[in-house]
C-alpha cells in the first residue's frame, strides 16, 4: 500500500492514531538540524488556526508593569527582572525604576520576589470554566506557561526544588495543587490539543548564573523531560532561548528524545525557539511576537498576542488598552489569509479567574467563527491574499518582534487617501472563501477569483453571480443583507 494510501486509511479506521504512530515508528530522527527539520509540523496544527496562549504564575500577583514606557518592558510577566532592574537604577527613569516603585509602595522595599509564592493561591481556579470558554471560542489548541522565566512551575517538579533550594512548583507552593495538569485534562475532554509554553532559562537559578552548560544538561533537560512525560503536550512554545546557540542548550539532543523517544513524539508540534541561532531557521513552526506576522510563508508561521500590552495579566491596563473584539477577529482572519495561525493571550488573575474583558473577547471570536469557521479551519493562504479598495496600499512592517500591527486602519479608518481591506481570501479543496469585513449588499466585485456558485457560508443561500473578466461580480439582495445577523465579518463561498 502506498504511503499516501495508508495515511488515508489510518485516518478513517477507528484506530487512526495507532496506525499514524505505527507508521511514524519507520523513521527514527537524528540529533541533528538536517534530520530534525524534515519533521513537518502536524497537520492538526496547521489546520488549526487559532489557539489559546496562557501566562499564569507568580507574577500574576503583583500583575503589574508600566504601560507606553520606552525604557522598560510591558509585559507584567518580566516583573521579577523588571524589579530586579530598578533595585540597581541610578537614574529616575531607568529601566525597572517604575515597577521597583510601584513596588515599594505596595509590598515593601524588603519583600522578596520569592515572597508572592504563598499568594499564589488560585483559590477560584475552575479549569473545567477556563476550557468550556476556550471551546465556545472556536480555538483549537492551547499552550499554558508550565514554566516562565522566573522558574516557579505549575506542575509537580523535583528539579526546581532542588536547583532554588526551595518549595518552587505550584503542587508544594501556592495553590498546593497540579494546576497545569488539571488544565491539560480539562481541555482534552472538550477535545481541544493541549499543550505548554516553557522557559528554557530562568532568569536567576543559581546554577544559571553559575555554569549554562551544566544548567542545561542537569537542570533543564531532565525537568523538560520530566514535563512532557507527565504534561503529555500536543504543543510546545520553547523561549528563553536567546541567551546561548542551540548546541550550547544541546537542543537537537532533547528534540531527537522528544521525536524518537517521547510519549508525544507523533503528535507534538513545536515552534523556533531552541538557540540564539534557530528563530525562522530551525524547529518546527516559525513564531512573530506582536507583529502583523509574516507574509504567505511557505512554512508554518504563528503571530502570538495578548490582547492588551501584556501576556500576563496587568492591573495596570485600562479597557481603551485592550483590543476590541472586532479587532482581534479582524486579526486573526488577515493573519490566516497569509497562512498563519494566531495564538491569542490571556492572562488570568492570581486567585485563577479569567478576566471578563477577556472572556467577553474570546466569547465573540466564538459568535464568528461558529457558522464561518469553514473559511478558517483547515484552510490555505490564497494566490491573492486580500482585496484592497482605491488609494495608497500601506506596506506592514515585517519583524519577529513588536512592530506596528495597525488592523482599524487597515480595514475601518484608514488615513486620507489609503486604501483600505475589502475582502480577505482563503482557500480549501475547490473552493474560496471571500471573508467580508462588511455587511455585503447590493454587488460584491471579487478580483482573480475562480469560480462561479456562490453561496452565503453562514446560511448556504445561493447567490447570483456573472464574471467580466477576471472579475466576479456577485449580487446579494438587500432584503437578504438585511436578513443576516450581526457578524464582525460575513463570508462567501466560491466553488469552481
Not at 33 to 61: C, E, M
Not at 68 to 74: D, L, P, R, V, W
Not at 276 to 294: I, L, N, V
Not at 410 to 428: E, H, M, Q, S, V
Request: charged share 25%; aromatic share 12%.
Amino acid at each position: 500500500m502506498r504511503r499516501r494510501d495508508l495515511l488515508r486509511t489510518a485516518a478513517a479506521a477507528p484506530f487512526a492514531l495507532a496506525a499514524r504512530r505505527a507508521l511514524a515508528q519507520t523513521r527514527r530522527f537524528e540529533p541533528n538540524w538536517a534530520s530534525l527539520d524534515a519533521r513537518p509540523s502536524p497537520a492538526w496544527y496547521t489546520d488549526s488556526k487559532f489557539g489559546i496562549f496562557i501566562h499564569w504564575g507568580l507574577y500574576s500577583v503583583p500583575a503589574y508593569a508600566p504601560l507606553h514606557s520606552k525604557g522598560e518592558t510591558m509585559y507584567a510577566e518580566w516583573y521579577w527582572n523588571s524589579l530586579t532592574r530598578g533595585k540597581t537604577a541610578t537614574t529616575p527613569n531607568a529601566p525597572g525604576s517604575s515597577t521597583w516603585n510601584f513596588h515599594k509602595r505596595v509590598y515593601g522595599a524588603n519583600f522578596e520576589y520569592p515572597d508572592f509564592a504563598p499568594m499564589f493561591k488560585c483559590e477560584l481556579y475552575d479549569p473545567d470554566h477556563w476550557a468550556d470558554i476556550f471551546a465556545r471560542s472556536g480555538a483549537k489548541y492551547v499552550a499554558l506557561t508550565s514554566k516562565h522565566h522566573e522558574g516557579f512551575t505549575l506542575w509537580p517538579n523535583a528539579q526546581a526544588n532542588k536547583a532554588w533550594g526551595r518549595p518552587w512548583n505550584a503542587v508544594d507552593a501556592g495553590p498546593k495543587r497540579d494546576i497545569a495538569l488539571e488544565l491539560m485534562e480539562a481541555g482534552r475532554r472538550k477535545n481541544l490539543h493541549m499543550g505548554i509554553y516553557y522557559s528554557l532559562y530562568e532568569w536567576y537559578n543559581p546554577l544559571w548564573l553559575a555554569d549554562r552548560k551544566r544548567y542545561a544538561i542537569e537542570h533543564m533537560h531532565p525537568q523538560f523531560k520530566d514535563a512532557v512525560t507527565h504534561l503529555k503536550p500536543s504543543i510546545i512554545f520553547s523561549d528563553g532561548e536567546w541567551d546561548i546557540n542551540s548546541d550550547e542548550w544541546r537542543s537537537p539532543e532533547l528534540l531527537a528524545w522528544l521525536f524518537n523517544e517521547s510519549p508525544v513524539k507523533d503528535e507534538v508540534a513545536i515552534d523556533d525557539r531552541w538557540g540564539k541561532d534557530t528563530r525562522h531557521k530551525h524547529g518546527g513552526y516559525y513564531t512573530t511576537e506582536y507583529t502583523s506576522g509574516m507574509q504567505q510563508a511557505a512554512h508554518p508561521w504563528e503571530e502570538s498576542r495578548g490582547m492588551g500590552y501584556s501576556y500576563g495579566y496587568n492591573r495596570n491596563e485600562k479597557i481603551d488598552d485592550y483590543h476590541t473584539g472586532r479587532e482581534l477577529i479582524m486579526m486573526l482572519v488577515d493573519i490566516v489569509s497569509r497562512g498563519g495561525n494566531l495564538l491569542l493571550d490571556i492572562g488570568p488573575n492570581s486567585d485563577g479567574q479569567i478576566p471578563p474583558v477577556m472572556e467577553e473577547r474570546l466569547l465573540q471570536i466564538g459568535e464568528f467563527l461558529g457558522p464561518n469557521g469553514e473559511a478558517i479551519y483547515g484552510t490555505r493562504a490564497h494566490s491573492q491574499t486580500r482585496q484592497w479598495s482605491a488609494g495608497k496600499v500601506p506596506q506592514l512592517e515585517v519583524k519577529e518582534f513588536m512592530s506596528d500591527y495597525p488592523i482599524k486602519n487597515l480595514i475601518d479608518t484608514p488615513p486620507p487617501g489609503n486604501a483600505r481591506i475589502d475582502a480577505f481570501f482563503t482557500a480549501k479543496g475547490n473552493a474560496v472563501y471571500a471573508i467580508l469585513p462588511r455587511r455585503p449588499i447590493g454587488q460584491v466585485l471579487l478580483d482573480g477569483v475562480a469560480g462561479s456558485k456562490v453561496t452565503l457560508l453562514e446560511n448556504g443561500a445561493a447567490l447570483e453571480s456573472s464574471r467580466q473578466g477576471k472579475q466576479l461580480r456577485v449580487r446579494i439582495p438587500e432584503a437578504m443583507s438585511a436578513a443576516l445577523p450581526h457578524r464582525e465579518a460575513y463570508v462567501l463561498k466560491i466553488v469552481a
